[in-house]
């Protein structure tokens, strides 16, 4: 039985997603599945995906699957656009796998992940544990942020950042079982940029990861509106979103004063920006909501200024 599923949201990236693809051919090893997520591409991304099954059609439908050349199978399923938390809740709801694990559709896996992740949670894996974080490298072979403290063998996510322990991007091979007691993920109409780390933030609250010191996705930041650019924009645009992920970092039980506070402000400037009158009502917080509300004012202020 295959344990990994890898799944791929994707926007208009036919021009990188076959990298992505790739990739995954040349894995050491085969036993995963790949699930793609288009998120209303109008490029040519459900022709390419389709023509790298054994048995495909010119005009594939919304939702078809098969077995690439490489070895393993392929499940591609179109919806409308409605942005990257969409794409991980429609994944969790399709996935079957013990494992999962996104890889950006301009992202792709150095040779030898499947086969690390795969022995990784054979030798030490357990329903003790989220799954397993492991590292994101440059396109010059230079892991984000440096490597893990060799002595590390878990942690909990929101460690990493409050105890200053790695400070960059990660990439987290997680338990399907979890994720689908969190998902999905509930949005706002019209706001697109609610960051799908508010479902895994819940997990990782109650469970660690094993920590894997290795390489499991190589990553190349596009010069365009992704999610780890034009963040004032984002601010802007899903202010309702941003305030609902402060609140829950408001309220995480592996947290600190200091980190709380931070949330707070941010919370407090995105109802701001949201023209939520009732931001004091929402949280349970609100000695250090109120506390916070003068830098949230100001940091809300200079969002807009730098979002133009």
Not at 178 to 183: G, Y
Not at 254 to 283: E, G, M, P, Q
Request: with cysteine; net charge neutral; proline share 4%.
């Amino acid at each position: 039985m295959v344990t990994l599923t890898v799944f791929t949201p994707t926007y208009n990236r036919a021009h990188t997603i076959w990298r992505t693809y790739e990739s995954l051919c040349r894995q050491t090893c085969k036993e995963f599945e790949w699930l793609v997520i288009d998120d209303g591409s109008t490029d040519n991304t459900r022709s390419l995906v389709a023509s790298w099954l054994v048995h495909h059609q010119d005009d594939p439908g919304k939702v078809f699957e098969g077995q690439c050349e490489a070895g393993f199978k392929i499940k591609y399923i179109w919806k409308a656009n409605g942005g990257l938390h969409t794409g991980y809740n429609t994944a969790y709801a399709n996935i079957d796998t013990d494992l999962c694990v996104c890889i950006d559709s301009d992202d792709w896996m150095p040779d030898d992940a499947v086969e690390k992740i795969l022995k990784c949670w054979t030798q030490k894996g357990g329903s003790q544990y989220a799954g397993i974080m492991g590292l994101d490298f440059d396109t010059k072979g230079n892991p984000l942020g440096g490597y893990f403290p060799e002595d590390l063998a878990e942690t909990y996510f929101l460690d990493m950042y409050i105890k200053n322990i790695h400070r960059a991007d990660t990439k987290e091979v997680m338990r399907t079982d979890l994720m689908k007691k969190v998902a999905p993920q509930v949005g706002f109409d019209g706001e697109k940029n609610f960051n799908p780390v508010y479902m895994l933030l819940q997990v990782c609250d109650d469970y660690p990861l094993l920590v894997l010191n290795e390489n499991l996705c190589i990553v190349e930041y596009q010069q365009d509106d992704s999610m780890s650019r034009s963040i004032y924009r984002q601010y802007m645009n899903s202010p309702r979103s941003f305030a609902k992920l402060r609140l829950l970092e408001m309220q995480l039980k592996r947290n600190t004063f200091k980190n709380r506070f931070r949330s707070a402000i941010h919370y407090v400037s995105s109802c701001i920006l949201a023209k939520d009158k009732l931001w004091l009502k929402k949280t349970p917080n609100k000695l250090l909501v109120m506390v916070a509300a003068p830098i949230g004012l100001a940091l809300s202020m200079y969002i807009k200024h730098k979002a133009g």
